[in-house]
């Protein structure tokens, strides 16, 4: 991997370890993070430090993966998801003091192989969502999406698939 | 029309036709896309190729018009609006090989004139959203909506209305 | 507080009246609304004229407020949160001209003190989210949040607590 910076009007990269042929579109602001093989990263998309995707990997328009997400290889991440790593996260104290990375701990999300996420959801943290798992657009998941399950709605549950007649 | 280009760092516009007097505020990624007379377009959009937005059109900041959409006249599409044109996307094929191009079908989702989408709405592909319609705000829209119908909800349903006693 | 304005590529900052120690990340569109003491404001978002934001919030990344919304001290805004001002937006009148600053009344929504918005939420216009509230990620908040509740859904409703044995 090569760690790569760049300060352009459109890209603001910093420390960003990168694999071969790793593609960033129009305004990216990525830091810290580590981005494998073949990967794209679309516009307006924000990876924050410590996040890590895998190889092989689309990350689509407008999508915000934070401290704590690990994708793995194969992975479909829509337009417009979004991911979090605190459960219950305030702006202050309750003295009133502004909180500091001091106050917080990370939670974290892990997407397995060949999972796709749909556009527009939201991913709560301290999910797994499985090995090809499929989330409909639109979906709030609140806990661990099963290997090869197909979830959707708010919250996230597990489609119903009326048997044939 | 005419075919635009715009590098500057607030704008990529790449081979976009405009219409007379279309806006675009900060931060737009647009390219082989089409955008009609009067309309506006807000910041931190994405317009992709192929794409069609009719006249006195106004598409709200944070929003995303995929390939394969089409609006019509005077149409309203709120913040942070996401469309679909794929109904199973995969980042992968099966024998682990890049998804390219050639793998992968538009569906494609129209949206008739006068028609109202509320701010965070997201709405899958190949669906149609009828005349004067209303998308209500964070709804999924994942089936027709008829002309003159007001949905909401995730998924979107037509808003039940109490008859008055 | 101090009048300022950016014009640089990453930040379009015009008329913002700022306290002391404000944060803008990259990419922030942002213009005649005022910001208190230490509050940071993250990529990738959009403020309106006539917002109002106090000290010691946080404005995550993706987040759009708009003109008629008032943040008071110590609230944090997750990812991707979108404020609304207006209950039926329509594109064009019915005779086709289109809308103008005049065709329109700002509805305005109330974040008071020390309240927390997840990640992902629309909050609809004309509602009050009460002291220290939590509106759970992936929310559609249609209603007022009483102070120190918690809600979560679309639409967002209180989050049952079933009793402990």
Known sequence: MELINEDSPRRALAGVRVGK?????????????EIGDNT???SF?????????????KVSSHTFICEGVVVEDEVFIGHN???INDKLPRAANADGTLKTDADWKVQGTLVRRGASIGTGSTILCGVTIGRD???????????????GATVAGNPARPLSRKPKA
């Open 40 to 42: 794209k990263v679309g």
């Open 81 to 83: 998801v979004s991911f």
């Open 133 to 147: 798992a499929v989330v409909g657009a639109g979906s709030v998941v609140t806990r661990d999406v099963p290997d």
């Open 45 to 57: 998309v924000e990876i924050q430090r410590n996040a890590r995707i895998g190889r092989n990997c």
């Open 21 to 33: 042929n790793v593609k960033f579109f129009n305004f990216v602001n990525a830091y810290g993070c």
